[in-house]
């Protein structure tokens, strides 16, 4: 797998892979004292050569090792390209109301925390780029990655109050 991981101080994006994406991190962390966050992940079976070819596209942009000069706006279009393979890191409960718009409408804390993604393009549960798609069947959306299925009721309960 390709990660990209941001330093929270949104300073640097390291572009690596790794088989066990948390243990990287973790790994990283050590000795930096700035906390790691993770943007998101493309799984592969050819890792060595991905990584080679992104590192190649920002090589104007590197810095220190595998460390960039980025925006996670930057990454957002490479994860987007890898559809289903593709994954950003989730907020953890993308359906948080974290406030109301000035008509009184709630605001959700979303599914990534440096964009404005629906459920629609990404999963909100797992963050692949294969979004919800709806199965009349069923009568509700299902994730093709994770097989999570919801109708997203609790959204419209959560607005009626």
Known sequence: ?????????????????AKDIERRRKGLQTGNPRKLLLLGWIRTD??????KEIHQNFSHLRGTGEWFDLDPADILPILEHFGIDGFVGTTGDSFEVIGNDRDGVPEYLGVWSWGNLEWNECCP????FCGMHFQDASSMYHCLNC?????FDFLSHQEEE
Do not use: H, P, W
């Open 1 to 17: 797998m390709i990660y990209f991981f941001i330093e929270d101080s949104n300073e640097q994006v390291k572009i690596g892979r």
């Open 46 to 51: 050819d890792d060595v050569r991905l990584e």
């Open 147 to 151: 097989d999570a299925l919801t109708t």
């Open 125 to 128: 549960f797992c963050g692949s």
